[in-house]
């Protein structure tokens, strides 16, 4: 649904929000939480404009609001985004309309926001929102495609893959927002050749490029949410680093499925784009000529024609004390399921999604070799190195290694938005005691 903060000529107050390139103009608005680094203040919930973040704490106290829009910044306030999220998308869209008449250029409440803002580079983020439960699908084709060709070459699509979105219950409580060092895991891993398994500091942790759904209202248990009705419960979109142990996973993964190989940490961007924000960026579904068409409760018009999102993918890698280097580009059409599908098969059973809950796509991988959204892949399962910018060469991450993803969404007759960086760095595995 496009409306006038959509409108791509639209300015605000702040130059920095104008710059062609930036992430975080008028029409994008995302939120986070933040508060002024090693202040210890209280936590609060930011919105990202320009080179700065709208404190909302403050531009609550500081700015002029009608009752409604008080009511709506409160819980924000008091850094909470959860209550938010659970809000109707009525209400989160009269909000985004508020924040966006406040920012736009020649709004009489200038002069109060200024003093509510802080500049980006002066905050720090925790996660934002509290994560009840996390879900890992595997929606990325071509990944699942390019993983499933090294351990079955014949046959790398299991056969249910066209048919049920594959997911996999993760773990919340190791989520961390981007900037948070990542420690080497130790665990089990056993190679082809090995008699017997070893317990070690992984050898092969790699990233996984992927989006993170945050979900909405949710549902109550037993009460599926149809498709039809999926927008409302998706609240927005970030980055998210599924960081794996590739030494450990195919030890560990049978038959029960993914384990400690991925729940020793997940990064997430501190910026989520709200789901209003995308709307000049849907695209249709991508799906090759003669797939067998989604069941009916996965299947609607609307879903194809425009269920896609066309985001733009990016990851970096720099080595400690080196220069960045740009590994891969991706884009999130190339998921094979919609963001729409994946809750709405979520939910099918009556399985309760509930405000802050997070959805991982899966690895977005593109069709061709460079867009690879892991190392596993790009290395051809760890056979191949790629060369860095300045020559060093990698197989999997060492320590000291920064891995980021970056992302933005372009078009036409729309203004320019993206996520920042979700990166963090590899520190060593806890010494052997
Ligand atoms: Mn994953």
Redesign the pocket.
Known sequence: MLDFTHDPTATAWLDSANAPDTDFPLQNLPFGRIRRAASGEEWRIGVAIGDAVLDLRRALALGRWTSVEQVLLEPLAQGDLNVHMARPSAQRRQLRHALFEALRAGSPQAARLSAALVPQADVEHSLPARVGDYT?F?AGIHHAEAVGRLFRPDNPLLPNYKWVPIGYHGRASSLVVSGTPVRRPWGQRKGPQDEVPTFAPSLRVDH?L?LALWVGPGNALGEPIPLAQADEHLFGVGLLN?W?ARDIQPWEYQPLG?FLA?NFASTVSPWIVTWEALAPFRCPQERPEGDPPSLAYLDSAANRSQGGLDIQLEVWLTPAGGRPSRIATSNARHLYWTAAQLLTHHASNGCNLQPGDLL?T??ISGPSPEQAGSLLELTQGGKQAIVLSDGQTRIFLQDGDELALRAHAERAGAKRIGWGACSGRVSPAVPAA
Do not use: F, I, L
Request: without cysteine; aromatic residues 10%; negative net charge.
């Open positions: 890992d595997y996984e992927e599924d794996s993914p991925k991982g899966g690895t």
